[in-house]
Structures are given as structure tokens and as C-alpha cells.
């Protein structure tokens, strides 16, 4: 999330693979530091956010939030994904930069931490030399294009194995390290054209995303999204062709995708893979990439992926959360969660069916998480037997407290603000957000009641649409108004920056920036 005078407008970590013209705080607080929510995990009982302003951490399931957002270790940087290794916590982080007019994502490394949080070391984005241009693979040389640049280069996925950290990367595709991030070896994976690679295979292609100076070729299957490591050292690697899967530490790759196999994934392009440790299947949010007759979906596997059932047809989901029931340690069964930009879903019947979440309210509150587009799940069954779920979204975090039943319970939900707002200030959430699938949020409070007026503006400051009219408001709690990114006419606003200005009673005006981006 970037700050300005008087507002504030988050973003969210980019779903295409757009690569040189392809598609491609306080000490504690009551809330985490931003409404976009990437990721989560949890260990030992503590919450970890990656949110795109920073990092969050909760020690009491939630009650308070650390936000490493504006210190020395973070800054200002989002953070793309938080994973954890014997102890280790690690943090991708990356940002914007506005590069010839375009907003493009740029990768500034990895922070991790062994002392939960209390220190940090900060490792850059791993990068190449201009000379890097051969890798060693078996009995061959594969020419590689160097990647010397942070642009479109961000750490997407972390996994471990061993004491080896794997980073899934856009530009930089898939990468390893045993020195704990000091020095980085690039993985050679399949290119498009090919189903597998080993050492011992004689093989003429080049190691490159995208054409460079060895050629026209490019190759999707280089360009990195997801990485998934199994308890036996097995690994999947998602990228925008396709799965690839390694017996072998990573040296010889098989790789599945919408084509090459009679019960294949939906897409090629692969945001996140899961695990569910019940029955051991693969989970994997399948995206459309090139191919004409690819779709979006969920696709999952039994058998190691040489065959694949897909649900959730035309769902773009980007990750899955398991509730496991039994032996926590050895589970006898789990409902799946299905976190998507159309919806939540779970199933706990395999599959056969889902259930949609319901509105999530705050049982206390009744503060309403506004959207339906959730980009996190996480499950941490507690001592009392109950399961909390949590959800984050890119409009607040939420909490369902669960015995039995499905979707039953108390919910608690999160949205930034309290401590981040003060008076006569404002959020706009998401931001950037697309009007086909996203409602806008615009918080604020203001320090006494008065009639509050709100009204869009495009960029020449022209009036687009008029949000509320001398509504009367109350000071000094949370206030959100919902544009739904439609003009006067009813009719969706193109691609480009709008402001919003609030006009409160005789308080001086509130203005905020929006970005539009369909």
C-alpha cells in the first residue's frame, strides 16, 4: 500500500505474466496494516499476513498485530508471499514503479527471521550478471538469457527442502539456494516443447521467458508462479505452461499440462499448488494461458499427476485452505477451501459438491467484508477442538471460528483502520481494482457528524459520478462508502486514475487517488 496526503490505496500482487510485451507501524495494533491479504500461514499458533503493506504477525489468534510496515527491515514494500522452514520465517517482497507511464511489479528480495520477527536479514533480488548466459546442465550447455533486471521479477513462491530454498520467480523463473539465499543457482525446467528433460538427454534450447539475443524462442514454461515441496522431496513447479514435477531434487522434470495427457489440468498457467496431507492429492489453481481450449479451474490429482479431475469451472482461484479432521497428525480426512477472485468454496465430499460461503458479517460488529475476492485461506485447529478459518481477501482479513457444520460459527472480520485513519482521513480499497469484478471501498472518518457528500472525478477533474449526497454521517468512527466503478450513465469507467474528493459539513475536503485497471 503506497501513502499520500490524506488517503491511502493498497495493491494487490498481479495475476498475468505480462514479460516485455507478453501476457503474462506501532508495536502492536488492532488490525493488520493493509486490506489486501496474500497469503497466510500459520505456525506454532502465530498468524502471518503477507499483505501489500508488509508483513503482519499475531501472537494472541488475532486480539493484536505487529506490522512490519515503515521500519527498517520492510519499509514500504509489499510482500508477495511468507513461508517457514524448522523454524525460519521467510518473506518475498516487492512494489510498483510507474517505468514509461506503465505500473509495473518490481522484486526487491527476501527478509527472513529465526527469532519470530525480533531481527530480520534482508537478501536482494536474486539477478544475473550480463555474462550469465550458459548453465550447466548434464551433458549439456543450455544457453540462458540473463536476467539482469528487477522489473517484472518478483519472488511469487518460496519451498524448502532440506536445507535448500527454492524461489518461484516471474522473469527469473525457478531457483534454488543451499547458503541460505547467498548465492542462487538457476533450475532448468522443461522448455514448451518438450514433455521432459534429463541430464543425460541430448537437448538444443534456450533457457529465457521471453526472445532475446538467442532468438525468437520464448518459452511460458519458464516463467515462474507456484512451487510445492512434499514431506518425501518431491517437487511441483508451477509456471504459466504448466505443471512440472522432480523425483529427483529438482535435476530431470516431468512436466503435465492442458495437452499432453487423456485427463489433463484445466490451464497452463499455474498459480498456487497445494497439498492436502489426508490423502495426499495435489491441488492446483489452473488458470486459462494461451491455449484456445483451456479454462479456468480447479484441478487436482491422486496419482502423483498422471491423470487430473477438475471442479470450479470458470473460477479463478488463487489458493486452498484444508480443515483436516482426526488425528491432526495423521488426519482421516479434510474439506477442501477454494479461495478465488469469483468466491469462497469448500468441499467435503471430494469434490462432488461445494458450498459457497455465505456474507461474511462480523458476529460482534457487523461490519460486512464487502467482496468476492478472496486470495488466502488458512485452517489452525485449536486446543479446544474448534478449527478457526481465516480468509484474506483484498478487502479485509476474516476469521470463522468453527466446531461443526459448514460455514457455521463466529466470524470476526478485519479492515484496516483504527490506529492507520486519523481524523478527517481515508482509505480506498482495492486499489488498483477492476469495476467487471470489484466494488471499491472508500473509508473515512471525520472528527464531527455533518452531512457528507462524495463525488468521483476523472483525471481532467470531471465529474464522473456522485457517490452519496449530504448524508449525514457521525465523527469519529469508520464510515465506507461503495463505488462500483460505474459512471452517472450506469456505465463502467475506462482503465486510468481518478480521485475522489469528500466533502464533510465545513471540515476542509478529503481527496484520494484511484487507479482503475481493468
Do not use: C
Not at 69 to 75: K, M, P, Q, S
Not at 173 to 198: C, E, F
Not at 353 to 364: G, K, M
Not at 398 to 414: C, F, H, I, M, Q
Amino acid at each position: 500500500m503506497t501513502a499520500a496526503a490524506g488517503f491511502l490505496f493498497a495493491q494487490s500482487v498481479p495475476t498475468s505474466f505480462d514479460l516485455s510485451g507478453r501476457r503474462l507501524g506501532k508495536l502492536n495494533d488492532s488490525t493488520p496494516a493493509s486490506n489486501t491479504i496474500e497469503e497466510i500461514l500459520i505456525t506454532n499458533n502465530t498468524i502471518w499476513l503477507a499483505t501489500s503493506r508488509g508483513l503482519s504477525k499475531s501472537t494472541d489468534n488475532g486480539g493484536t498485530w505487529t506490522n512490519y510496515y515503515n521500519d527498517d527491515n520492510f519499509g514500504s514494500e509489499s510482500v508477495s508471499t511468507v513461508k517457514s522452514n524448522n523454524g525460519t520465517v521467510w518473506a518475498a517482497t516487492w512494489h510498483y514503479e510507474v517505468i514509461n507511464g506503465e505500473s509495473l511489479p518490481v522484486g526487491t528480495g527476501l527478509r527472513y527471521t529465526t527469532d519470530e520477527g525480533g531481527s530480520w536479514t534482508k537478501i536482494d533480488q536474486p539477478v544475473d550478471q550480463p555474462g550469465d548466459s550458459i548453465v550447466i546442465y548434464g551433458i549439456n550447455r543450455i544457453r540462458a538469457l540473463p536476467i539482469t533486471t528487477t522489473v517484472q521479477n518478483f519472488i511469487r513462491d518460496i519451498a524448502f527442502t532440506h536445507d535448500t530454498i527454492w524461489i518461484m520467480t516471474n522473469a527469473g523463473g525457478l531457483r534454488k539456494s543451499a547458503d541460505m539465499g547467498k548465492t542462487w543457482q538457476r533450475v532448468v525446467l522443461p522448455p514448451d516443447y518438450l514433455d521432459s528433460i534429463k541430464p543425460t538427454d541430448t537437448l538444443h534450447f534456450s533457457l529465457q521467458p521471453v526472445a532475446g539475443s538467442f532468438g525468437n524462442e520464448a518459452n511460458l514454461n519458464h516463467i515462474g508462479f507456484s512451487i510445492l515441496t512434499l514431506p518425501d522431496g518431491t517437487i511441483y513447479a508451477g509456471t504459466a505452461g504448466g505443471i512440472n514435477k522432480s523425483t529427483d531434487n529438482g535435476v530431470s522434470w516431468v512436466k503435465f499440462n492442458h495437452t499432453n495427457q487423456e485427463k489433463p489440468i484445466s490451464g497452463n498457467h499455474i498459480l498456487t499448488i497445494n497439498y492436502d496431507r489426508a490423502d495426499g492429492s495435489i491441488w492446483a489453481a489452473t488458470w486459462k494461458a494461451e491455449g484456445a481450449s483451456e479454462y479456468w479451474a480447479v484441478s487436482r490429482t491422486k496419482d502423483g499427476g498422471q491423470s487430473w479431475d477438475t471442479f470450479l469451472s470458470d473460477s479463478r482461484t488463487l489458493d486452498f485452505g484444508f480443515k483436516y479432521y482426526g488425528n491432526i497428525d495423521n488426519p482421516a480426512g479434510a474439506d477442501v477451501i477454494a479461495a478465488t477472485q469469483d468466491g469462497l468454496f469448500r468441499t467435503s465430499n471430494d469434490g462432488t459438491t461445494w458450498i459457497t460461503a455465505p456474507q461474511i458479517i462480523d458476529s460482534e460488529t457487523k461490519i460486512v467484508l464487502n467482496t468476492n475476492n478472496f486470495r488466502a485461506v488458512a485452517a489452525n485447529r485449536k486446543t479446544d477442538g474448534s478449527t478457526d478459518i481465516w480468509i484474506g481477501s483484498i478487502n479485509g482479513l476474516a476469521r470463522l471460528n468453527e466446531n461443526d457444520g459448514t460455514w457455521s460459527g463466529n466470524w470476526k472480520v478485519y479492515i484496516a483502520s483504527g490506529e492507520f485513519l486519523q481524523q478527517n482521513s481515508s482509505i480506498a480499497f482495492p486499489n488498483p481494482f477492476s469495476p467487471d469484478d470489484e466494488k471499491l471501498n472508500i473509508k473515512y472518518t471525520i472528527s464531527q457528524n455533518a452531512d457528507v457528500t462524495i463525488r468521483i472525478f476523472d483525471f481532467g477533474m470531471n465529474l464522473v459520478r456522485t457517490v452519496i449526497q449530504n448524508v449525514p454521517k457521525q465523527a469519529n468512527i469508520d464510515n465506507i462508502e461503495i463505488w462500483d466503478g460505474r459512471d452517472e450513465k450506469g456505465r463502467f469507467v475506462t482503465n486510468g486514475v481518478y480521485f475522489y474528493r469528500i466533502d464533510a459539513g465545513s471540515n476542509k475536503p478529503i481527496f484520494g487517488k484511484i487507479i482503475v485497471m481493468m
